[in-house]
Antibody, heavy 118, light 110 residues
């Protein structure tokens, strides 16, 4: 079955950087786009970024554009999120999410999340 | 991209039907049939319950149904059950190839 395991969360000071990783298994990694979605404490969901199945397309929410970078490693089946110039408002649980296999526009499989506190 | 608009809360009695609206704009819901819905119980990761406006993933109860008209997508839960008490979010693809969530709706079963 699909398994997504995030790591790298923690406490960081404003202005510093942090790198999150997501280890993916149970599916053909190179066939699916991957996302990061976050949820601030007690707040709603916010879509953050997507990387296409082939890594050629990367899209970002305006709130993180220019500060966050998504990447993927096909040899390790991992997706990473490099977060720079962190702000208190970036404090959230960050979920790694795999797109569905139908139209490819639905967030089908979710990790358990990793907490980032700025 | 502003969040899609959902009612903050909706409630109903067991067995009743409720509908949650999700209002967007021409930059998202109006021009794309890529609207999905997610259920989130406290402390848990969200779960996909509707994709592409009307489709249910395998294993999701047929008590959940989706629709869209103009700038508004809707999620209907029929035969409301206590386990349906959760937060619900819509999501839409946008014209910039990004995605935007709704503000979220808390469903309470009376």
């Amino acid at each position: 079955q699909v398994l997504l395991v995030e790591s790298g969360g923690g406490v960081v000071q404003p202005g510093r950087s942090l790198r999150l990783s997501c280890a993916a298994s149970g599916f053909t990694f190179r066939s699916f786009a991957m996302n990061w979605v976050r949820q601030a404490p007690g707040k709603g969901l916010e879509w953050v970024t997507l990387i296409s199945h082939d890594g050629g397309g990367k899209y970002y929410a305006d709130s993180v554009k220019g500060r966050f970078t998504i990447s993927r490693d096909y040899s390790k089946n991992t997706v990473s999120l490099e977060m720079n110039s962190l702000r208190p408002e970036d404090t959230a649980v960050y979920y790694c999410v795999k797109m569905g296999g139908n139209s490819g526009h639905d967030l089908l499989n979710w990790g358990q999340g990793t907490l980032v506190t700025v | 991209q502003s969040a899609l608009t959902q009612p903050a809360s909706v409630s109903g009695s067991p067995g009743q039907s409720i509908t949650i609206s999700c209002t967007g704009a021409s930059s998202d819901i109006v021009n794309y049939n890529w609207v999905s819905w997610y259920q989130q119980h406290p402390g848990k990761a969200p779960k996909l319950i509707i994709y592409d406006v009307t489709n249910r993933p395998s294993g999701v109860s047929d008590r959940f149904s989706g629709s869209k008209s103009g700038d508004t997508a809707s999620l209907t839960i029929s035969g409301l059950q206590t386990e349906d008490e959760a937060d619900y979010y819509c999501l839409s693809h946008t014209y910039t190839s990004t995605y935007v969530f709704g503000t979220g709706t808390t469903v309470t079963v009376l």
